[in-house]
Every structure is written in C-alpha cells, then in structure tokens.
C-alpha cells in the first residue's frame, strides 16, 4: 500500500492556519523539540501527530534563522579570509614591484650619472685640445677674478680645495693645477718636500691670474698688507709690486685705509 500522506488536520489545538502542507510529528521530531525546549508548551502531542507548516516550524525548528545566520556568518568567514589572503597577496606583490621600481630608477640614475661623467670627459678631451697654455691662464684669471671680485670670496690656499674651487669653476681647468705643481716640483722629491710645494704652486697660479688681470690680485694685496705691518717701507713694497709679487704700496695704503688692518693667512 502507498505511504499515507500528510494531510491533516493539525493536532495543536485552536490551530486555525489555512494550509495544505503538514508534517508527521516523528520521533525524530519529537526529540528535537525536548532538545530545544519547545515541547513543554506542547506536551499534548503525541507521535505520528499531524502538524501544519507554521507550527512545525514553531515547535520542532525554533531556531532556523540563528542556523542560517550561523552559516552566512561561517561563509562570510571563510569569504574573508580568501579574501583578506588575496589583497595581502597583492599588497605584497604592490610591495615588490614597486621596490623592482625604485631599483631599476637607481640603476637608471647611475646610468645616467655613468654616462654623463663619459660625456664629461670626452668634452674635456676635445676642448683640451685646442687649448693652449694662454688659454687656461686666461680661464684662469676670469675663475679668479669672479672669486674676489663678484663672489667676495677669500682666496684659497689648501691645495686640493684650490684644485677643486678652479675644476668646479670651468671643467677646461681641470689638470691644469696638477701641471702647475708638476712643473714646480721634480718627482724625486721626497713627500713633505712636495707637499710644501703644493702650497707654493696655489700661490703661483694666483700669481699668474694677477698678471694677467690685474683685478684678481688679492693675494698681491693680502701679501702687501704683510709686508706693510711686518716693517717694510714703500719703496721695498713697490720693488716687490714690479717684480709681480705683491700689490704696490699705494693700492695697499688705499686698501687698509678703506677695510682697516687685516691678518694675513699664516698657513701660506
């Protein structure tokens, strides 16, 4: 014979729900609404009792919804965290490109840098070429004279820094103090010798660049001012002014009278 189907009437009493589905009240049934603690309520029903859809739901599956927002909650969960795992995954991938970048601008910028400093030197070469020795004298003087004159800078006397000051200047110097102090100072002089000798080529080329301009001569001046407080007349200060070396007597009196008395650089 078929199984009898569910069709009513529901067996709790004064239910009045209009309905075409109902459900078996099983054993299995039964326990659920001990377990839930809907069955007190209900304790009239019996097994194998018909029950119509809402309140089955009522008595046997009070707790529905919190089941299904469980899930949603365990699903929503999980979706967060594949979630969660792949923006980290990106993130750090972001993280890697973008050092991948900064590496790759560095190696471009010391490229650059390379490549620029190639540059440099080949114009070096090429405008060293047609260069004479009267030519970087008179390149010379021009470094010097901006120096004192526009810059108001004191003159130089560290030998490296000198070199520097005048390469930084106009790259078409560059070497050319070291040809200077080469020329001054043999190579089979012992080290101290030609470390002292370093100091008396700056002093020659601004020498030179005073004979050459006769406005970048403030080592003639500073020179002059020596010479004038340690005793010497103005005749000896004018001897020494023909022979280039220092500053003659009346630009050095106009001099102190207009800035007043200067030390001279003992380290010359």
């Known amino acids: 014979m078929p199984p009898k189907l569910n069709k009513g009437p529901c067996n709790v009493r004064d239910c009045n729900n209009n309905t075409s589905h109902y459900y078996k009240f099983t054993e299995n049934a039964f326990q659920k609404s001990k377990e839930k603690n809907t069955f007190d309520n209900y304790n009239y029903l019996s097994i194998n009792d018909q029950l119509c859809d809402t309140h089955y739901l009522i008595i046997v599956e009070p707790d529905r919804h919190n089941k299904r927002k469980s899930v949603d909650f365990e699903d929503k969960k999980i979706s967060d965290i594949f979630t ?88 078409q110097l560059n070497g050319f103090f070291d040809r200077i102090f080469n020329a001054l100072s043999p190579r089979y002089r012992n080290y101290q010798t030609r470390e002292n000798d370093k100091k008396s080529a700056v002093g020659f080329c601004y020498l030179l660049a005073g004979a050459q301009n006769k406005f970048a001569n403030e080592l003639k001046i500073e020179i002059g001012l020596y010479l004038l407080a340690s005793g010497c007349n103005s005749s000896a200060i004018d001897t020494l002014a023909n022979l280039g070396i220092s500053a003659c007597y009346k630009t050095i009196d106009d001099y102190k009278k207009k800035n007043g008395k200067r030390a001279f650089y003992k380290n010359f």
């Open 84 to 171: 969660n795992s792949e923006e980290i995954d990106n993130e750090w991938k972001n993280i890697y490109d973008f050092t991948k970048l900064i590496d790759r601008i560095n190696q471009l910028e010391l490229q650059i840098k390379t490549n620029q400093e190639l540059i440099n030197k080949q114009n070096l070469n090429i405008s060293n070429l047609g260069l004479t020795f009267e030519n970087k004298l008179d390149i010379l003087s021009k470094v010097l004279f901006k120096e004192q004159r526009k810059l108001n800078h004191s003159i130089e006397l560290d030998p490296n820094k000198f070199s520097e000051l005048i390469t930084q200047s106009n790259f």
